[in-house]
Nanobody, 117 residues
């Protein structure tokens, strides 16, 4: 069993930046893919960004060019740098290990990001 704990969420104004972190309780190098998802009120959960063990990345259309995902296998961390935040980025952001690429998949409890003036 793997536990994922997100941190770094909060309230920011449009145009500002936030950095989310996800600390895993065990080794993440066994996961081919790690990802960040988000869910806004009344909407389905959507993929924000994904990174593979080869450090290939994939981003949702709405965040591409503004967000950057990274993983630190040595410290079992997954990060998401979010720049130029917009009100529509407001959501609960979830860390995910596995992202459907293997038999194991784990989710964090989520961290709230609110972008508002």
């Amino acid at each position: 069993q793997l536990q994922l704990v997100e941190s770094g969420g909060g309230l920011v104004q449009p145009g500002e930046s936030l950095r989310l972190s996800c600390a895993a309780s065990g080794n993440i190098d066994r996961f081919y893919a790690m990802a960040w998802y988000r869910q806004a009120p009344g909407k389905e959960r959507e993929l924000v960004a994904l990174i593979t063990s080869h450090l290939s990345t994939n981003y949702g259309d709405r965040v591409r060019g503004r967000f950057k995902i990274s993983r630190d296998n040595a410290n079992n961390m997954l990060n998401l740098q979010m720049n130029s935040l917009r009100p529509e980025d407001t959501a609960v952001y979830y860390c995910n290990a596995g992202a459907g690429w293997g038999p194991e998949e784990y989710w964090g409890q989520g961290t709230q990001v609110t972008v508002s003036s």
